[in-house]
């Protein structure tokens, strides 16, 4: 295809001037080497004069098949009645070998394609990581206003920083602030850095203690935690409570000194608390049995099982799981579908008799019921 040089009138018409930059942006989107198609444009779309009526779109069709006449683009019209305006429904295609032509026209130097300028940035930096980044290479990692090169020139600078940190610190540091580029990134980083050291973030735990007590019992949700440390209902007064936000409290850390916090409040805090931590921290003699109450699902029982494992004879904390059982029979429960929630994978079994006996079935037959339904007392 032969293309004529820039006609002068280019530059007094905006909106054929904004038609050849939309092109190009399409080329930038994919690059025209690597092209065997024309970009296909609505010409009503992007020459919005031709939908305003004859007196306005006459002049801008003129200058749209002058394009064609100096081989940018070809009309390709649409199938319509004789009367019918010849832009009405046309498209107008641009072949691969005029965007070098319209570049020069408009000004416009090519954009480098997005993964080739990330393999790049890397490529510059290799020596800042492990095998020469090649854990970097496999996806492209975007961030808001940063650039390729900046992004991975940060990441190289993870690999002089001193720690141990955690991943969110590490974030916040290398990130310009943000602590959360390097969530669900662990791997990664240890195969750019296998050598670097990073902390985990300690389980922060609420514990109530009571001022004299009998056992420990595990609350899966907030409501039923503040709930229970303020008297309801009255079965729990007696117990101390562990509130670590479902999942959290089951963490293979959850007993160490170094991946736990434990927060204590309650009337029994000064006296009990130095036992509480021997129990838990160094496998002291426990405080009395323990017991789990959460939500009335699989995943409250997936918790149950998961806590047994950390915390050997807990078991499914009758008083609260018996009248969640008698509304489930009474009225039924939800399932996660109608709820907007994703499936849940039922367990099969917990280890505990009475989970494993009663509440499992009852939610395979029933459905599942939240433990805030019965963790208020009645007005």
């Known amino acids: 295809m032969s293309i004529g040089p ?11 001037s904004a038609l050849l930059h939309a092109v190009l942006d399409r080329f930038d989107q994919q690059p025209g080497a690597a092209r065997h198609r024309p970009v296909l444009l609505s010409a009503e779309r992007f020459v919005p004069s031709l939908a305003r ?35 009405q429904g046309a498209r107008l295609a641009f072949e691969p070998d005029c965007e070098a032509v319209l570049r020069q026209w408009l000004g416009r130097e ?29 996806r ?30 590490l974030s916040a540091t290398a990130f310009w602030g943000n602590s959360k580029v390097l969530d669900g990134r662990a791997e990664l980083l240890a195969a750019l850095f296998p050598q670097l050291q990073i902390r985990a973030r300690p389980i922060v735990a609420a514990v109530h203690l009571p001022a004299s007590g009998r056992g420990t019992l595990f609350v899966e949700n907030q409501d039923t935690y503040t709930a229970a440390a303020a008297g309801f209902p009255p079965a729990a007064a007696p117990l101390a409570l562990v509130y670590a936000a479902g999942f959290r409290a089951a963490a293979e850390r959850i007993r160490k000194r170094t991946g736990a916090l434990l927060h204590f409040a309650g009337p029994g805090a000064p006296a009990r608390q130095a036992a509480f931590e021997r129990w838990w921290f160094e496998d002291a003699e426990p405080l009395g049995p323990c017991w789990f109450w959460g939500d009335l699902d699989f995943a409250g029982m997936q918790i149950l099982k998961s806590l047994r494992n950390r915390f050997p004879g807990l078991t499914a904390w009758r008083p609260g799981y018996e009248p969640m059982l008698q509304r489930l029979s009474r009225q039924g429960g939800y399932r996660p579908s109608s709820a907007g929630e994703p499936a849940q994978s039922d367990p099969l079994d917990t280890g505990c008799p009475f989970a494993d006996s009663q509440l499992l079935p009852a939610i395979r037959e029933h459905g599942q019921l939240d433990q805030e339904s019965v963790c208020a007392p009645a007005r």
Do not use: K, N, Y
């Not at 306005?56 to 305006?85: F, I, K, T």
């Open 6 to 16: 820039r006609p002068d009138w280019l530059a007094e018409e905006a909106e054929i």
């Open 110 to 138: 090519p954009v480098e394609p997005l993964m080739a300028a990330w393999r790049r940035a890397i490529e510059r930096h290799a020596a800042a990581f492990a095998q020469g980044g090649a854990a970097l290479t496999a």
């Open 53 to 87: 009526g004859a007196t306005a779109a006459d002049p801008s069709w003129v200058l749209v098949c002058e394009l064609q006449r100096l081989g940018v683009l070809r009309v390709r019209a649409a199938r319509s009645h004789p009367l019918d305006p010849p832009w």
């Open 140 to 169: 492209r990692i975007e961030i808001p206003g940063r650039s390729a090169e900046q992004i991975v020139q940060a990441f190289a600078a993870i690999g002089a920083l001193r720690g141990p940190l955690t991943l969110r610190q």
